[in-house]
Structures are given as C-alpha cells and as structure tokens.
C-alpha cells in the first residue's frame, strides 16, 4: 500500500508556563534567566518539612484557559503527586492533577484547507514545572538549576482529532493565540515557556481503530513538530508496509540527524504511582467565580475576526491574519483610534509590517513603535503629508529607531510637495528630457505616462504628490 | 493480600533499588502485612456515607500572587555535597 492509504492520527499534550509573578506554589519570582538558584527558596528546592501552598492566580488562569477553550470547569478538583526519580524534580515528584482535572471535554475551532474543523480538548490541568540540568559546561558531571522549579504550568490535553503535521501545527498556533489574547501566558517558545509532546499514529483510511501510538517529548518550535512527525509518520508507514509492529514508545526528535530516537525500553513502562496530594487542600470552584472570570473574559480572536468582517467590511482573509496573534489585532485596533481607515491599517500590517517582520526575522511582540504611531503614519498619507512610498521609508525607519513617524519624516525632509509651481517645474523638466516618450504617449502607449511619472518620483526622491504629478502630466501632453 | 514477587521488582525497579533475593522475600512479607494492616479500614461500614476524597475537608488554602524573595539564599545551597557556579554538581546525568 502506498503512504497514501494511511492516515495519521494525531493528539496534542500542550504545556504552557502561566505568566503569573510567582511561582504556584511558592512566593519565588518567575521571571526568566537570573542566575542560577536565585529565584529559589527551601519549598521550590524541596527541603524536609516545607509545605506548598497554591497561588490563586494559577487557579484563576487555569480557569481562563478553560472558558477559552470551551471547557467545562470542574466544581471539585484537587492535587495529585506523580512520582519519578530525576534530578530536575528536587521533590522526586511533581504536584499535578490526575483524575480530577480544573477543566474538560472542551474544543477549539481551527481553520484548515477544508473549512473550520473542531478539535476536542480533553482536559486542562495545572502543575509545577522541573528545574533545568546544565551539562558539562564546567568539566565532568551535570549541574542543577533550580529556577524554574515550581514554575505554573497549564497542560491542554487534546483529544485525537488533529490529522497530520499541517493541522497539528494550526492547532498550536491558535492555542498559542487564544493563551497570548486571554493573557495567561507568553507562550515564548524560544524560552520553553510553550512546548508539546505530539502523539502520533497511522492506520489504514477507513479503519475506525486507532493504531500503536508513539510519542514525542517536548517539542519546543513548530519546525521540529512538522520534521519530527513528517519522519515519524514515514517510519511507522515504513514499518506497517513491512509487515512489522509499531511499538509504543517515548521518542525524542533529533533535529540535527533528522531522526526520532528511543527514550526508554518499555521494560520500564511508565509507573507515575499517582495518589492525592496530601499537603494540599482541595479546590472548590463556584459558579459565581466561573462567572465572574467570564465577565472580565478579553475578547477572544473568534470574536475579533467577525467583528473585523462584519463591522470593518475587510475579507476574511485579512481578519484571520490580523487576529493570528493579539500583537496584531491590538496595533490594528490601537492604530484605528488614530486612523480611522481599517483597509488602509490593515493592509499596512499585512503586507509591509508582516513584510518586514519576516525579513528582521523577529516576532510580533517584538515591534518596536506603538500602535499610535501606525495610525498617525497612516493618517500622514491620507492627509497628503507624505505619499505611500516615503511611508514605507519612514516605516523602515520606525522599526530601526522607534522614533515617531513625524520626528523621522522632518529629520529627512521628506513632507512631500504638493505646491503646484514646484510640480509643474519637474514635470516640464521630465518632459523634456524625455521627448521619446511623449511621442509614445500620443501613439497611444499608455505606459509612457507611468514612466514619467516613475522618473519625476526619482527626480524629487519620491516626495512629490503622486496624484498631483498624474494630472499635470496629462495636461501637459495634452497640450502638447 | 498476595503480593507478587514481580510486584516487589517492580516496586524496586521505580525505587532504584537493587534488591537481594532474601531481600525481596523480605519485603513481600512485609508489603502483605501493611496491606493486610490497611485492609482493616475496609472492614467499616460507610454505606450512609458520602464519597470523600481527602481526609481535610478544607478547601481553597491559597495565597495570593506576590512576590516575596528568599533572603539567605546561601543557605539553599550549603549541604550540596558538591556545587559550582551556583550550582548542585551531580553525577552526568543525559
């Protein structure tokens, strides 16, 4: 059978870092990096007779993430102790959630080449993050840092609804979006703040049951996630078609050799010896705290792209682009207040803003200049200020030294010429020079026009009217 | 209450814990008496009684998100057998 025959079959275990300012169960900061065991303390490092005790804003962004994926919101949930042995995990267990997890039986809605597909999310649970091993950076042996010890973390479980690579990799960019808009996490996976261990299995179209899964660990970037599967799934194929057996096993994703390998024989199937955590209290969530965390709900990216359609009239096209992350729907939304022209703000972010973006190489959150200054560099078009092309001048500007759209413009001189006595001097300049065209003009080529358009652009560095150039040109050949 | 002899490997295995046979006779003797000195609770008669999940029936201990920084951090790491930079020194762990 050809690997078209197979389908793969696909679930999702996200874990998200919650950006609370303390650790859950500790009142140790959590900001990233600081020097090794500094944002540390005797309950993160699981010294003898310390006792955790739950911080609320991890109850409450769990919460969050539960209404934003359509989660139903346990009323009883508790803590549960997972016990392993590994040097990160100081306690040699991780406090989690077992069999009573905050929320469940939720879904998102995600945008695929076929139309809008549901994909189920299990459960959400909260628990602590490890430390971090460092190796060999000082001679032989490992090094422990205890600093994100204790970490919140949120883990979305989905059910096995996501079908290849393409949709695995939707699905966790809108997870990461909804997290970003209901600002529960800063999903920063450079960090590791966002990673997913990807659960992957292939069977025959048509087959109803769900073939031997493998699964792979901490995946920490959407390449690595679309490589790793990609070679997952030919391995599996690979294996079937030979007649063999896909074994269940952990795997790791070796991005240098291209290849999963094995993490643990299955003679040690995973043992986590699961029972109540006792040092903790129960949690008892009201209808009324559910409700009251749904009235101060941000609006989620669904709701910001139908507005975007209904109320802006822009194509569905752009409403999904400008609500893929929050940075965006929020320089759009920002850039309207000073601007009020949606198309002209949007296609500003879509094609030269995202442009640009893409070309630096830096992430959305990274825009260096505010929402304001899109709108009042936008506002200088329409107001005649400057035209489209010095815009985009001024643009690359702002992305390079944050300065305001008309400090950059003054500093450069470039407020464009609209005085109809200095227009009309390089107009009869151009024309001038260029007698071959005005003859290719009255024969009837049209594009003579664009080229001496394009040439009196060049001749005032791009700073005279563009629409004012246009008119005098054609009444000047028209005269002649 | 049987316990099995691979029950006990088992359970060693998850310890790390190279046992001896004498060792793991030992101890599937021992395991069946604390499970048979459990079982003892099994005995009471809850059919009047609701389902309880924790012997605590207090809820919502929580504290609220500030930060408060450790002041002796020093003290965190002096019983490391060995450290560096900061760090605890381990064996190589990969």
Redesign the interface.
């Known amino acids: 059978m050809a690997k078209e025959d197979y389908e793969v079959v696909m679930g999702l275990e996200i874990h998200a870092e919650l950006s609370t300012k303390t650790k859950i169960f500790c009142s140790c900061p959590t900001d990233f990096g600081g020097e090794p065991n500094t944002h540390c303390c005797p309950v993160c490092m699981a010294m003898p007779g310390t006792l955790p005790v739950l911080n609320e804003k991890v109850v409450e962004y769990a919460v969050k993430a539960g209404i934003a994926m359509n989660c139903d919101i346990a009323e009883n949930s508790k803590n549960d102790r997972k016990n392993y042995f590994y040097p990160d995990l100081p306690k040699s267990y991780q406090i989690s959630q077992f069999d009573m997890p905050l929320c469940k039986n939720g879904y998102i809605e995600i945008e695929t080449k076929d139309g809008k597909k549901k994909i189920g999310i299990t459960r959400i649970h909260f628990e602590e993050d490890a430390g971090k091993l460092n190796h060999d950076e000082y001679g032989g042996g490992s090094f422990v840092d205890l600093n994100r010890a204790g970490v919140p973390l949120i883990e979305i479980v989905s059910e096995p609804d996501i079908r290849g690579a393409e949709e695995a990799d939707i699905y966790l960019k809108k997870v990461k979006s909804i997290l970003e808009y209901i600002e529960v996490s800063d999903c920063k996976m450079q960090e590791g703040s966002l990673r997913a261990d990807v659960n992957v299995s292939v069977r025959k179209k048509g087959d109803n049951k769900l073939g031997t899964r493998t699964e792979m660990k901490n995946m920490n970037s959407f390449r690595a996630i679309q490589n790793a599967v990609a070679y997952e799934v030919k391995r599996q194929i690979d294996i079937l078609e030979s007649g063999g057996k896909v074994e269940q096993e952990t795997l790791r994703w070796d991005e240098l050799q291209g290849e999963t390998i094995s993490m643990r024989d299955k003679e040690d199937a995973q043992d986590y010896r699961y029972f109540p955590e006792p040092d903790l209290a129960l949690i008892h969530i009201s209808k009324e705290y559910v409700e009251e965390i749904k009235r101060n709900m941000p609006e989620l990216p669904e709701s910001r792209k139908n507005r975007y359609i209904s109320y802006y009239n822009l194509p569905e096209y752009d409403a999904n682009i400008l609500t893929s992350t929050k940075y965006f729907s929020n320089l759009f939304e920002g850039a309207l207040e000073v601007c009020n022209n949606p198309k002209a703000v949007s296609n500003w972010i879509m094609s030269d803003i995202i442009g640009i973006l893409n070309e630096k190489e830096i992430n959305a959150d990274k825009i260096p200049f505010t929402a304001k200054d899109l709108g009042e560099l936008i506002c200088l078009i329409d107001k005649g200020t400057i035209s489209t092309s010095i815009a985009k001048k001024v643009l690359l500007e702002m992305f390079d030294t944050s300065e305001k759209p008309n400090k950059i413009i003054e500093k450069n001189g470039w407020v464009q010429i609209s005085d109809e006595g200095a227009i009309i001097e390089v107009v009869n300049k151009i024309l001038a020079a260029n007698p071959q065209s005005i003859s290719d003009y009255k024969a009837g080529k049209d594009r003579a026009l664009g080229f001496l358009i394009g040439q009196a652009m060049k001749e005032t560095k791009g700073k005279a009217n563009p629409g004012m150039l246009n008119k005098m040109f054609l009444e000047e050949l028209n005269k002649q | 209450m049987n316990v099995s002899r691979e029950e006990i490997i088992?359970m060693a295995?998850?310890?790390?814990l190279n046992l001896s046979e004498e060792e793991i006779q030992k101890y599937t003797k021992d395991m069946e008496d604390i499970l048979a000195f459990a079982n003892e609770i099994n005995k009471v008669n809850t059919d009047n009684l609701d389902e309880s999940?924790?012997?605590?029936?207090?809820?919502?201990?929580?504290?609220?998100?500030?930060?408060?920084?450790?002041e002796d951090?020093d003290a965190?790491?002096q019983n490391a057998p060995?450290q560096?930079?900061?760090?605890?020194?381990?064996?190589?762990?990969?």
């Open positions: 088992h295995n998850l310890a790390d999940i924790t012997a605590n029936e207090r809820y919502n201990i929580l504290r609220k998100d500030e930060v408060k920084e450790f951090k965190l790491l060995s560096k930079n900061g760090m605890f020194h381990i064996p190589k762990m990969i």
